[in-house]
């Protein structure tokens, strides 16, 4: 599954990163604790967060995360969004709660475990 | 002269804190411990410090009044202020972006205290909550009003800088760090470490604290030392 797919099934917006969206997403990860995703986020996975802050980019960046999907309809930091276009990382927003688009990327086919 | 300094310490304003925190016991307190500063870093207030100056008067201790702020991300910033007027405006600042009311019996009592330790009214703000303001607006607002940012416990799993965000953003302009164990921190190299108490009870005010080697027992000399100023400079 592409990030394109994604964005098309749950009526994302795209902040940055249009031609990142061909990429393959692997799976997921949800967290708001960077030093947490730092740690357990996987190359490929697609990152559900609220954290708007600039250091995500980095972060989506260190561990080659599919892209990063902020909830609630919460907007990046200027600086967030800057730098997220500079490094071509994908940054999605959705006006859903986290439990309910996780589900639905879930019901898309995302795991968030690697066999 | 050296200083022992315990630059992180809650009163009973703090609604995790104990009760018997008032502002003249931990004052107390800290002389009994041998410390020669300290600072009051309330969750997002500063209303006890005054008390706890005054109490401090013939103490033999001097103390510096601060807040410890939530910023958006849930990290916990010190700010240490020279003088009464800039706490009051970070204060302000600060309640402009803080929503919520308190309940008691979920997270405690918030008493503001006189002097004698004389309950003056409750606070009724979700101080345990977190404000709007993001961490880079917070050490600007600091830095504004001419005090000193140093990042609470971050090597701490909670509510730190480097557990909520990975990492201290590059060109954040921190004047330092606040570790709690004896670890180096995983921070850049240049940043100043300081290690403080946290007290939150009585008998934890002291039981870590830093050395500096300063002229005066003020926020501006020890802001000197974190940047290393003439001749200023951390001990331990």
Request: hydrophobic share 40%; aromatic share 4%.
């Amino acid at each position: 599954m592409n990030l394109k797919d994604i964005v098309h099934n749950l009526g994302l917006s795209v902040r940055a990163g249009e031609s990142a969206l061909t990429n393959e997403v692997r799976g997921g990860y949800a967290g708001d604790l960077l030093s947490d995703v730092l740690a357990h986020g996987r190359p490929g996975d697609l990152w559900v967060t609220l954290q708007t802050h600039p250091n995500t980019v980095a972060v989506a960046s260190m561990n080659a995360l599919a892209g990063i999907i902020l909830v609630n309809g919460r907007e990046p930091e200027a600086e967030t969004l800057q730098k997220a276009r500079a490094e071509n990382v994908v940054l999605l927003v959705s006006t859903l709660p986290t439990f309910e688009l996780v589900g639905r990327l879930y019901g898309l086919g995302l795991s968030g475990m690697r066999t | 002269m050296e200083l022992r300094a315990d630059l992180h310490l809650h009163t009973c304003l703090s609604p995790c804190a104990d009760r018997e925190m008032s502002p003249p016991a931990v004052v107390r307190r800290g002389r009994e411990k041998g410390l020669h500063v300290i600072a009051i870093c309330d969750h997002n207030s500063a209303e006890n410090v005054e008390a706890a100056i005054r109490a401090s008067e013939d103490a033999g201790l001097a103390v510096i009044g601060g807040i410890e702020i939530t910023t958006r991300e849930e990290v916990h910033v010190l700010g240490l202020f020279k003088d009464d007027r800039a706490l009051q405006s970070v204060q302000e600042v600060v309640y402009e972006n803080l929503r919520g009311e308190n309940d008691p019996e979920a997270f405690g009592e918030q008493w503001v205290m006189n002097e004698r330790g004389e309950v003056v009214r409750h606070s009724a703000r979700l101080l345990i909550g977190a404000t709007g303001l993001s961490l880079e607006e917070v050490v600007q607002t600091i830095h504004r009003l001419g005090g000193l940012a140093i990042a609470a416990h971050v090597d701490r799993p909670r509510f730190s800088l480097i557990s909520q965000l990975g990492f201290v953003p590059a060109g954040l302009g921190l004047d330092g760090v606040e570790v709690y164990s004896d670890k180096p921190p995983a921070v850049p190299e240049d940043l100043a470490v300081v290690r403080s108490s946290d007290a939150h009870r009585l008998e934890e005010i002291g039981c870590r604290y830093t050395r500096f080697l300063v002229e005066r027992p003020t926020a501006s000399e020890i802001g000197m030392a974190l940047r290393r100023i003439e001749g200023r400079r951390i001990l331990s």
